[in-house]
């Protein structure tokens, strides 16, 4: 948790985010926020991913006004980013999801609450005021806590069930476990008995491995599709054969990610990966990634790819470690700022302007055709990995 009586927010740009939330923690908690799977590969990747990337701006278009909002599933937002689901800030900072929540809300940005919350569902859900937020599920070991859990976040107004499909077991997570962080609080989480985390793995002795968590297969998630009446999304997506299969299976949404470096290291940057689900969905279900975004150029890079939104995970806990629900806020208006800024230079006044048109490989000059059906190939850079 973030030391307590070291004053509020402590960074004044996106710069100096990272170093005030390292400065606030202690290192157990910083080895939770920070670190990532095994040789830390992928987490490396996903920043590293969008170094290979430029923008080309079209100067003289004469925008004079840009409008960041956006729709997710039909629901109006302020911006295409979005608040990416994390587990258990309250271990982050005394205010909790609570606090994240109220300054996701204020500025009309959507929220998505991990399965893990320190709050429960129900309090995030008043703390977000009228504003949206999706619920993110891990699929418990029995069904009918899965059920229980979308059950509640239909009641409390949730907006759609985010399936995290990544994590069967958890990641190896090195760094965590020479960090020695463990949860202080208590409950653990906010959501109860019945909102447990997948399993680690257990050890290997010579038989067979299983975990003993919940089902994580596409059968399940065809179960919660017609479970509800909210639409679906399908996290940890990667490759073009799993998007399908997840639209086979009728989510409506499919979120690029790799759970930021924390689950299969070695798996490709959510930003290599992007153009090939892009290419695989086409215009039966919305595209949101997430992993290394940290500016608002990322956005745009990401949204050039065929990106509807992005997803924040740990610039939002930084930010919450640095000044809690103020630091929230500031962090979110700065991301905003500078992607309102950088669209404007980019001579676009909205996220839907931008396009395969707007970004080229690092190195080439030439812009991809605008996005539509019968999607381009990605760069051989990106193809090859
Ligand atoms: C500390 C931490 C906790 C996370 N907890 C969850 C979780 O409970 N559920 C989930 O689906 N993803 C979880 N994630 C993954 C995020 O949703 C997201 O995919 C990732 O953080 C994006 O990468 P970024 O941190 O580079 O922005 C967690 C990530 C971090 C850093």
Redesign the pocket.
């Known amino acids: 948790m973030a030391r307590p009586g070291k004053g509020s927010a402590t960074f004044s740009g996106l710069d100096g985010l990272e170093a005030a939330a390292r400065r606030r923690l202690s290192g157990a908690v910083w080895g939770?926020?920070a670190g990532g799977a095994g040789e830390e590969r992928t987490l490396a990747e996903?920043?590293a991913a969008f170094s290979r990337w430029v923008l080309r701006p079209r100067v003289g278009a004469g925008v004079r006004e840009v409008d960041l909002s956006t729709t997710l599933l039909g629901t109006t937002v302020r911006a295409p980013f979005f608040v990416?689901?994390?587990?258990?800030h309250g271990e982050i900072h005394p205010g909790g999801e609570r606090a994240t929540a109220a300054s996701t809300g204020a500025l009309g940005l959507l929220g998505v609450y991990?399965?893990?919350s320190s709050d429960s569902l129900e309090t995030i859900a008043l703390a977000s005021g009228r504003h949206p937020r999706w619920f993110?599920l891990?699929f418990q070991r029995r069904w009918k806590d899965s059920l229980a859990l979308v059950r509640r976040a239909e009641a409390a107004g949730y907006g759609a069930v985010?399936v995290?499909l990544d994590?069967p077991v958890l990641g190896s997570r090195d760094r965590q476990a020479r960090s020695g962080f463990a949860i202080r609080s208590s409950p653990p989480v906010g959501n109860g008995p019945g909102a447990a985390s997948p399993p680690r793995g257990p050890e290997w002795h010579g038989g067979p491995y299983a975990p003993r968590g919940g089902d994580v297969s596409w059968q399940a998630v065809r179960r919660i599709v017609a479970a509800t009446q909210l639409p679906v999304v399908a996290?940890?997506i990667l490759t073009a054969e799993d998007a399908r299969r997840a639209v086979e299976s009728g989510v409506r949404a499919v979120y690029v990610?790799?759970?930021?470096?924390?689950q299969l290291d070695r798996a490709p940057a959510s930003l290599d990966a992007l153009p090939e689900v892009v290419r695989a969905v086409g215009s039966s279900a919305e595209v949101y990634l997430?992993?290394?975004?940290r500016r608002g150029s990322d956005a745009l890079v990401a949204l050039g790819l065929g990106a509807r939104a992005v997803?924040?995970?740990?610039?939002v806990?930084w930010a919450l470690a640095a000044g809690g629900q103020d630091g929230v806020g500031r962090f979110l208006r700065l991301f905003g700022s500078e992607l309102a800024n950088a669209l404007l230079l980019l001579g676009r006044g909205s996220p839907h302007e931008v396009d395969g048109t707007n970004i080229a490989p690092v190195g080439s000059a030439r812009g991809r055709p605008p996005h539509g059906p019968g999607r381009p190939s990605p760069p051989r850079s990106v193809r090859a990995r």
């Open positions: 939770y926020v996903n920043e990416a689901p994390t587990a258990y991990s399965t893990l993110q891990y985010v995290t994590a996290k940890g990610s790799n759970h930021g470096g924390r997430d992993g290394g975004v997803g924040l995970g740990r610039p806990l």
